[in-house]
């Protein structure tokens, strides 16, 4: 059958994995642009985001799932669990993604719950390129094939982009035939707005560390296009005021850097000038308030 016969693939997969193993990279540099913030950080993604790679005739839409982790003690961790869990029911396929090296009690955990599911998996060995030891990555893969049953399994580094195209062929492989669901062109269904505040949100990351918690969240409050630039207002949400004060930092010097920062990659993103307004507002405790979690526009599942 000539190319240009064969129907087309188009489908739906989940990335999931501990916190940190790397989804957030793997994600962006399958899609090429940046969309989900990316940090040392746990649970730093905590919407479901997605991204369409379209290849050829083929369109493969990536669920970004938040961490996994069943020790987090707050509410939010563990309705993030349960978002995580709903995704993986209403996919084609799963990639699950752990650390080159690294097999631990969440990975087990996970892939338990995966074993329990009807999807196919196909692992993700991620960060091949931090082993000092080569030599332990195929001892690594015999370790953990059997795990599971893997549709395939994958070793790869999303930092460096080693590897990640047999990874889009191999989940290609797992879609079914049907038309496109996104323009070709689509990046992401999430509004450029929430694209922002995740810019927005990596940067505070970036600079403050472990002194802000993973709660931190950023609201796009207004958004102005004056033909010369794009005018932007949001919100930093922070759950108490010694927070507030180091966001907003020294003589203000902490958010102006944030803000400096931004405005930079916005441009990049936005291919336009950008004048961005922030603000630091705080909202005590909402970390336990699902109303609240609801009302800062995260997903939540019922
Ligand atoms: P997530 O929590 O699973 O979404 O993980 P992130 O994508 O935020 O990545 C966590 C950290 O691991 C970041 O510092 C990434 O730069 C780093 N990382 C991700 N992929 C790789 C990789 O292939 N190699 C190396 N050396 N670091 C990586």
């Known amino acids: ?15 999931v994995g501990r916190p940190n193993v790397g989804k957030s990279t793997l994600l962006n540099h399958l899609v090429g642009e940046k969309i989900a913030a990316a940090s040392r ?39 993030l669990n349960r978002t995580a869990r709903a995704t993986l029911d209403d996919v084609d396929g799963v990639v699950f993604v752990v650390e080159a090296g690294r097999w631990e009690a969440g990975d087990e955990q996970l892939a338990g719950w995966l074993a329990a599911g009807r999807r196919p998996v196909v692992l993700v060995i991620n960060k091949v390129d931090k082993l000092k030891d080569k030599d332990v990555l195929l001892p690594f893969i015999d370790q953990v094939r059997g795990k599971l049953d893997f549709h395939d399994v994958v070793p790869l580094s999303a930092l460096r982009g080693v590897n990640v195209d047999p990874l889009v062929t191999t989940l290609i492989d797992l879609l079914p035939a049907g038309p496109h669901l996104f ?30 918690p993973y709660a931190t969240s950023v609201d796009v409050e207004t958004w102005e296009d004056t033909g010369t630039a794009i005018h932007i207002g949001a919100v930093i949400w922070v759950e108490r005021d010694s927070q507030k004060s180091i966001v907003v930092g020294k003589g203000g010097r902490m958010i102006k850097a944030v803000g400096t920062g931004a405005r930079h990659e916005l441009e990049d993103l936005l291919q336009r000038k950008v004048m961005l307004k922030l603000w630091v507002k705080l909202r005590e405790g909402w970390q336990g308030d699902i109303d609240g979690i609801r009302r800062m526009g995260i997903d939540v599942e019922p």
């Open 1 to 15: 059958m000539a190319a240009e016969e064969m129907p087309s693939r188009c489908g739906y997969v989940a990335i």
């Open 41 to 79: 950080k746990p649970q730093t993604t905590r919407h479901r985001i997605r991204g369409v790679v379209t290849r050829g005739a083929d369109q493969l839409v990536l669920v970004d799932t938040p961490g996994v982790d069943p020790s987090t003690p707050k509410l939010l961790g563990k309705v």
């Open 183 to 212: 323009p070709d062109d689509e990046i992401t269904d999430r509004s450029q707005r929430f694209r922002v505040s995740e810019v927005i949100r990596e940067q505070l990351l970036e600079r403050l560390g472990q002194e802000v």
